[in-house]
T-cell receptor, first 115, second 111 residues
Framework: NAGVMQNPRHLVRRRGQEARLRCSPM?????VYWYRQLPEEGLKFMVY????????ESGMPKERFSAEFPKEGPSILRIQQVVRGDSAAYFC?????????????FGEGSWLTVV | QKEVEQDPGPLSVPEGAIVSLNCTYS??????FMWYRQYSRKGPELLMY????GNKEDGRFTAQVDKSSKYISLFIRDSQPSDSATYLC???????????FGSGTRLQVQP
């Protein structure tokens, strides 16, 4: 019973490089969410996607960040020209549908360090 | 003012104690309330899920929601050292799937 799968678990990037984080939702789940957790802080919503659609991106920074969930393959969170402030844990979550009553299950996270 | 306030702790209790964790919130539109447990360097694990006001019990865990006071609680009975983790409250309103999290309370259960 595979849960939400994220990779890489740990990623180190130099300032100015690109970071790509991947997420495969739980089997049967078609809705994906990305959250960011800064050190000693709670999780902050970034974006909510269905296959080939961005439903809510109200938490995404306006520049350098993008997300997609293609028809085939995992969801990708892309951070261009990373800066030190992007260092954080990025969590992906999934749910079976968009019904507000559905619970959301999280992956183990991808830890990004920008040096 | 944050939308969801949660005491960061750390909260240290002896094994077997009853633990009370709390969150307050300001958005009256919140209808769905969750508690997650997060171990260090791990993803949040869903513990309890409640819709609107009321109580819900699952094993040693009881979740309470008081919408009139905008206050939610998680009680852990017979706490164990394995309960040592950060506990995050989360909530959402109808029609929007984004969860708003508290900053988490770090719990330490001493053997």
């Amino acid at each position: 019973n595979a849960g939400v799968m994220q990779n890489p678990r740990h990623l180190v990037r130099r300032r100015g490089q690109e970071a790509r984080l991947r997420c495969s939702p739980m089997k049967g789940h078609s809705h994906v969410y990305w959250y960011r957790q800064l050190p000693e802080e709670g999780l902050k919503f970034m974006v909510y996607l269905q296959k080939e659609n961005i439903i809510d991106e109200s938490g995404m920074p306006k520049e350098r960040f993008s997300a997609e969930f293609p028809k085939e393959g995992p969801s990708i969170l892309r951070i261009q020209q990373v800066v030190r402030g992007d260092s954080a844990a990025y969590f992906c979550a999934s749910s079976p549908s968009g019904d507000s009553g559905n619970t959301i299950y999280f992956g183990e996270g991808s830890w990004l360090t920008v040096v | 003012q944050k939308e969801v306030e949660q005491d960061p702790g750390p909260l240290s209790v002896p094994e077997g104690a009853i633990v009370s964790l709390n969150c307050t919130y300001s958005n009256s539109a919140f209808q769905y309330f969750m508690w997650y447990r997060q171990y260090s360097r791990k993803g949040p694990e869903l513990l309890m899920y409640t819709y609107s006001s009321g109580n819900k019990e699952d094993g040693r865990f009881t979740a309470q929601v008081d919408k009139s006071s905008k206050y939610i609680s998680l009680f852990i009975r017979d706490s164990q050292p394995s309960d040592s983790a950060t506990y995050l409250c989360a909530m959402s309103d109808t029609g929007r799937r984004a969860l708003t999290f508290g900053s988490g309370t770090r719990l330490q259960v001493q053997p």
